[in-house]
């Protein structure tokens, strides 16, 4: 079993559409949890950093974490064409471990 | 704060040369810097870890004669592809991590070779 899973979609939706990103992971001993926004030939950009459980908010993105369930979310609001990129969640604690990756395409 | 560069952005070159990739650590220390590959459409592919002072810890399947890396100060890191071939042609990105934060990785703006 993968440290880490991510569904690779591609993911489409319209322009202003609110966007579900998920990841789960396999051990309960991680600690802290991410999510990197990485547009077509450039490097991965931290776009979010959670620790505990529950939500953190900024601007149109939510993380959520439910370490009893070892399920991460990325929620986007308002979706804009410029949030078209790939989205990698990354779980770490004594080791670090990205998701493949979902593609998403927000269509104008 | 805790941006990473590297250089060059973008490399061609020919079968055979050596190809030198360096990665910075601008405003920040970097206790552990780390070489990724990435082909199109894929994920991220971890090669090798590197702490600085130390040999770079590398991944199965990685040739540690290949692709050397040198992490001389927690500043800077070099991952240096000897004899390139066609099939070493990728997008490398470099990622590094604060000294006494682990928890999270900066990424460098990423190189993309080409070896002819």
């Known amino acids: 079993q993968k440290e880490v899973e991510q569904d690779p979609g591609p993911l489409s939706v319209p322009e202003g559409a609110i966007v579900s990103l998920n990841c789960t992971y396999s051990n309960s001993a991680f600690q802290y949890f991410m999510w990197y926004r990485q547009y077509s030939r450039k490097g991965p950009e931290l776009l979010m950093y959670t620790y505990s459980s529950g939500n953190k908010e900024d601007g149109r993105f939510t993380a959520q974490v439910d370490k009893s369930s070892k399920y991460i979310s990325l929620f986007i609001r308002d979706s804009q064409p410029s949030d078209s990129a790939t989205y990698l969640c990354?779980?770490?604690?004594?080791?670090?471990?990205f998701g493949t990756g979902t593609s998403l395409t927000v269509i104008p | 704060g805790a941006v990473v560069s590297q250089h060059p952005s973008r490399v061609i070159c020919k079968s055979g040369t050596s190809v030198k990739i360096e990665c910075r650590s601008l405003?920040?220390?970097?206790?552990?810097m780390f070489w990724y590959r990435q082909f199109p459409k894929q994920s991220l592919m971890l090669m090798a870890t590197s702490n600085e002072g130390s040999k770079a810890t590398y991944e199965q399947g990685v040739e540690k004669d290949k692709f050397l890396i040198n992490h001389a100060s927690l500043t800077l890191s070099t991952l240096t592809v000897t004899s390139a071939h066609p099939e070493d042609s990728s997008f490398y990105i470099c990622s590094a991590r604060e000294q006494g934060l682990l928890e999270t990785q900066y990424f460098g703006p990423g190189t993309r070779l080409l070896v002819l």
């Open positions: 405003d920040f220390q970097a206790t552990t």
């Open positions: 990354a779980i770490s604690g004594n080791q670090f471990y």
